[in-house]
């Protein structure tokens, strides 16, 4: 009996590595750096394993898409141009930005055209990353490959004696996993969970390291999974940081959860490793018990997966030779966080996990499903503000906020553990607890344009696991109803450059939308700086409309021109 269990699982052995291949080297994202950004979001097909290729959605890639390297102080001008048959959003996951600019829901990219956002970046060094937003397609959009890592760099940690040089001692991970179809097509609905490990869109995936102190910048870039990540000697590595930045000092830790939407930078010391050996970063992802996302121990169905409640490898490392410049030794402290506390708080809110609507989406926040038109919280300008998240439900979660980074206080399970530390913007919440952070909500107000909140869960976010608020600066006075102001642009026709003259001083642009002929959206820009005009250079020669909304009262006026 044991004999014959066996010889199956050795024939299971040997087809599965006869079918996908022992391992396939990491794919590093390509990097873009400066000010200025150009991310085409393209529908495509990639060889993701044998077999028929999968359609996938990349960004300059045929999946996922360039590391964005900011600098804080400087800002940054994104020049998205989609060539997707569907409309999307793109967001900046952890970036301090108008919320206009922030390509949550609201921030429709429709096929076809061209979106500007930029912003000053203002968020610590750490890792980020961009993803699709649109309500009810996030899943799918995601699934298919739409996303990229954003690493941001500041003078305290470029100061530290850290691993940075990207790809060889400073890697990124985004950790995923997708289910197939039997003609390899991604599975991107009635499905929570994957059943192949893909580490930065590779499956099995392997690198060579130094045999140094090497740097792991690790996304969890799941629909649902959380990773119980560790090495497979059970070495102690340590975190350096969390979502928004540098924690105080390394934390040794064995193991580490990594919900959905968080990142976590390590340090992984490969010294005293013999250059020829290999090791496993795994997720020790068995024994859960029901409520940690990917526990769930069917191996398929909806909530099943192969890889659910399981160990399984997410990278392979063979360590080789030491690079010239290695980093040999990790800095004792990184940096000093200034929180603020429960007694900082002025405002102190809860929000409940709860369960959906009896036959649509299981989850929703609070008893109300996510409305684009409903505003759910309205917070004021410079409030520093406590927030109780709370699951008396069936499962775990990942709590994400836009706009800020905020500090966990409390938990009622675990403390506040290791990874908990520093400056977050998700966190995972574990069925039966609640946990409660405090956040400051600085810089943007605007009355019209939400953040979000939400379950960063792509099955529970698409159904309406999320809700949104507002930021509002009461100081400023309500504006007494006005006419909107004239405007004039030249030259027209007009070739690279569109000028706009304005009647009239203190005119600030809130938005301009360009429209084609027939009355298509072509270019959204928020908040446009047309003080030296508009770049038109990009448009198919023709008649337009622009319309541009005015900062204070919000009217919108119309003109026409022709680009030659
Ligand atoms: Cu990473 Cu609202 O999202
Ligand atoms: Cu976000
Ligand atoms: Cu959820």
Redesign the pocket.
Known sequence: MNVIKSFCLMIMTIAMNQVYGQYNDLWIPDTLSGTQFNLNLVDTFAQMRPGNQTITEGVNNKFWGPTLFFNQGDTVHMNIQSFLNDSTTI?W??MHLPAVMDG?PHQVIPPGTIWQPYWKVTNNAATY?Y?P?LHMMTQEQMTKGLGGFIIVRDPIEAALALPRTYGVDDIPLALTSRRFDASNAFVTTNTSYGDYMLTNGTLNAQVSLPKQMVRLRILNAEMERAYNLGFSDNRTFYIIATDGGLVDAPTPVTRVIVGV?ERIEILVDLQNDVVGSTLDLKAYNGGFSLGFPGGEPNPNGQFGSLLNNTTFTVLHINVSNPTSNPITSMPATLVNNTYWTAADATVNRTINVTNGNPGGQPFDLDNTPFALNTINKTINLNTIEKWTITNNNVFGHSF?I?DVEFKIISRTVNNVGTFDEGWK??LYLPVNSSATFVARFDDYADPEHPF???C?FAPH?DGGM?GQFVVVDNSTNIQEQQEAKEFSLFPNPSKDKLHIAFQGENFEVYYIKIMDAVGRTVYMLPRPQVQNGIDISQLTPGHYFLQLTEEKTKLTTTQQFIKE
């Open positions: 967001h996951h952890g949550g990353w993803h937003h939407g994400h836009h913007d998700v979000m909140y939400h960063h976010e999320m």
